[in-house]
């Protein structure tokens, strides 16, 4: 074959592949499995992978092209497909080399806006709910990179602060898809200019790979001289070992990911120390020693609340200190990346709770299991601050909910049962928890987190007959608003308040109330007084109206109806000065 011959088969090729891709559907295959062996050179900010990957074709139609996508800043070595083993004893499975070409990709999944992506042609034509496995390599360098937040408008130092993943000479840190794509993934390309339209399909992605599992080796070679380095990652039954030979240090972490939807596989390495107590490991920056001791003391004095709601903690929280003293902190699955030097002891407690409340509280449900963590944050700060503290919180969370559904329209979210989007699974989410303690009670509700066991868990409405078991009430209505379906938002509306004097300084007001929203709540209704305010609990129904009467001590000044802790879509109709009305002379 000439050389010309031979161009014109590999441009023919080059063009037919790039003309497949103009009408490839990126997002036909989910990742079902990844063995991975990564190799880490902190010295040369180096990152190289190799293994074997695992894609389902999930899609309605054959794929005979797949899309492999990865940081801009490493490069496709080699994708072959890894053929079934024959029949024979002991044959191994044998290895197909692949074409594929490579092209930049744009998306914000990764933190310099850019990927590479490989377009690979698959051996034959995988059918709908067939699996391939390709044996796949790649290499470069990881650094810091804030690129896709500059280049909308987020200042220099604020970006670095958020996008603090790299490979540094002395630490390392990287999190997963949607901030490096250090692990092969395939999406269609998201921007961080199209409002939260990123995170949402980044929540579509994770829901998809709930069952996914990643089986990963690390193997970390620096120089020793100095101390070792140590690896840690987010997954689980990690084996260490560690050995020092030719003037290198090398480490190997092998960890399994039995669950890649409710966390990004996150890497950090670095000389740390660990500091230990009964319900967390700290690995911190040597120089932090100090630090460490106290933040340690800090955490502790939330394990009682926690332990009080959820138990003891099944195993120990996991937190590593990042390098950047000005870092945003970042949970990744039950381990907590955060700065130290600058630890604020309210802050460090908030934090600790969330993690202390994974450790303690599983379940496979997203709403359920965050929901949790977020709602005893509410609970620890309650006990700082009382009551309003605990519901100035919860706000934040009605904010953010408030503006996800307004986006959407009245019904546009999502059931949060089914939800893909943080703002539901965390903050609405966070929301119900409230609610459901507000309706039951401290008591009844604890039960209810002791009697649910995840292992059971296998329907939606599990959590909702536990809590109906332990409770004796009905709460089908609140969990088809609230969970089940997405109704929207209550909006509870003061139609009148009458107030009579009856004997002595005793008053009853007559307080009529409206729904107008279209879901249900409990909500308080509390009537204010120069004695002090009087609150009674109601039950109001979406589209529904109530009369209520409370008897007071003392003259009614103001009926305030929700105290903020149930989330409605206005609240500007929500307080009514009373007119009272007294017998005649």
């Not at 800090?298 to 990042?322: N, R, S, Y």
């Not at 103001?558 to 879509?569: A, F, K, L, R, Y």
Request: hydrophobic share 40%.
């Amino acid at each position: 074959m000439t050389f010309l011959h031979k161009l014109s088969v590999a441009l023919g090729t080059l063009l037919a592949l790039l003309t497949s891709a103009s009408g490839l559907d990126r997002e036909a295959f989910t990742f079902t499995r990844y063995d991975l062996n990564v190799r880490i050179e902190p010295e040369q900010h180096r990152l190289g992978a190799r293994g074997r990957i695992t894609l389902r074709n999930d899609s309605s139609q054959p794929q005979h092209i797949a899309a492999l996508q990865i940081s801009s800043t490493l490069n496709w070595r080699s994708i072959r497909a890894v053929a079934e083993p024959s029949t024979k004893s002991g044959e191994e499975s044998k290895l197909i080399p692949l074409q594929f070409v490579t092209q930049p990709f744009a998306s914000d999944i990764d933190h310099t806006s850019d990927l590479s992506e490989a377009i690979v042609t698959l051996p034959h034509e995988v059918a709908p709910k067939q699996s391939v496995t390709l044996e796949i390599g790649y290499e470069g360098v990881i650094l810091l990179d804030a690129t896709r937040l500059t280049r909308i408008g987020t200042p220099g130092a604020v970006a670095r602060h958020n996008d603090w993943d790299q490979i540094g000479e002395s630490f390392a840190a990287l999190r997963g898809i949607g901030y490096v794509a250090w692990y092969p993934v395939a999406m269609e390309a998201q921007s961080l200019s199209d409002g939260d339209a990123m995170f949402v399909a980044l929540g579509k992605w994770k829901a998809r790979h709930a069952e996914s599992t990643m089986n990963l080796q690390v193997e970390l070679v620096a120089s020793a001289t100095e101390a070792p380095f140590v690896v840690q990652t987010n997954g689980k039954d990690c084996l260490e070992q560690a050995e020092s030979t030719g003037g290198a240090s090398e480490f190997t972490l092998t960890c399994t990911f039995d669950s890649l939807g409710f966390a990004e596989p996150t890497l950090v390495a670095g000389r740390l120390r660990e500091e230990n107590s009964k319900t967390l490991r700290l690995r911190y920056l040597p120089e932090h020693a100090t630090e460490a001791a106290e933040f340690v003391k800090t955490a502790e004095g939330v394990a009682p609340l926690v332990q009080d709601w959820f138990g003891t903690p099944k195993v120990k929280a996991e937190v590593v200190e990042l390098a950047d003293p000005d870092a945003a902190p970042f949970e990744a699955g039950d381990m907590l990346l955060l700065p130290i030097a600058k630890g604020d002891p309210n802050l460090v407690q908030l934090l600790q709770t969330h993690q202390l409340t994974h450790a303690a509280f599983s379940s496979s449900r997203l709403w359920i299991r965050e929901g949790a963590a977020h709602f005893t944050q509410a609970l620890a700060l309650e006990r700082q601050n009382g009551r309003e503290g605990a519901v100035d919180y919860m706000e934040r969370h009605r904010a953010a909910v408030l503006q996800v559904e307004k986006a959407g329209g009245t019904t546009g979210g999502e059931p949060l049962e089914t939800a893909t989007n943080e703002v539901f699974y965390r903050s609405k989410a966070a929301l119900v928890w409230w609610m459901l303690r507000d309706m039951l009670g401290d008591a009844t509700l604890k039960k209810a987190i002791r009697a649910y066991d995840p292992a059971a868990d296998h329907d939606p409405t599990y959590f909702q007959h536990v809590l109906e078991e332990q409770s004796k009430r009905d709460l089908t209505w609140f969990f088809h608003d609230w969970v089940y379906t997405d109704a929207g938002l209550p909006d509870f509306r003061l139609e009148s308040a009458n107030a009579r004097q009856g004997t002595g300084s005793n008053f009853v007001t007559a307080v009529t109330i409206e729904n107008t929203g279209t879901a249900g709540a409990e909500v308080t209704v509390t009537i204010r007084t120069n004695n002090g305010d009087f609150t009674q609990r109601l039950e109001m129904r979406a589209k529904s109206k109530a009369v209520t009467r409370i008897a007071t001590p003392a003259e009614p000044i103001e009926i305030v109806v929700n105290d903020g802790s149930v989330p409605e879509s206005d609240v500007r109709n929500n307080r009514l000065t009373i007119a009272k009305n007294t017998p005649p002379k």
